[in-house]
């Protein structure tokens, strides 16, 4: 049984940092891709970063490119997402997701086996 659980969310002014993370338990971190979603109050869940196996390719979508960066260490099963210049529509709980890199399709969301519970993010002043 694979368990990921989320932790750094908060409360940040617009332009302000954060840094989540997702430690993994109960499987083989190595060999999953992680991947990061966000969902905002009335909206579907989107997709926000992935990460490869060994970290040496990710992936943004448009909206975070430049601003949020996501990064792996595979010797500690856990994966981060950096977020910087924090805008209020960036506000949304965020999740972390992993699957079998065979399997996983970095943005769609149906691909990922493994799911946490969600970090709440909220950029406000």
């Known amino acids: 049984q694979v368990q990921l659980v989320e932790s750094g969310g908060g409360l940040v002014q617009p332009g302000g940092s954060l840094r989540l993370s997702c430690a993994a338990s109960g499987g083989t971190f190595g060999s999953y891709t992680m991947g990061w979603f966000r969902q905002a109050p009335g909206k579907e869940r989107e997709f926000v970063a992935a990460v490869r196996r060994t970290g040496a390719i990710t992936y943004y979508a448009d909206s975070v490119k430049g601003r949020f960066t996501t990064s792996r260490d595979n010797a500690k099963n856990t994966v981060y997402l950096s977020m910087y210049s924090l805008k209020p529509e960036d506000t949304a709980v965020y999740y972390c997701?992993?699957?079998?890199?065979?399997?996983?399709?970095?943005?769609?969301?149906?691909?990922?086996?493994?799911w946490g519970q969600g970090t709440q993010v909220t950029v406000s002043s």
């Open positions: 997701a992993g699957g079998p890199w065979t399997k996983v399709v970095h943005s769609t969301a149906q691909t990922y086996d493994y």
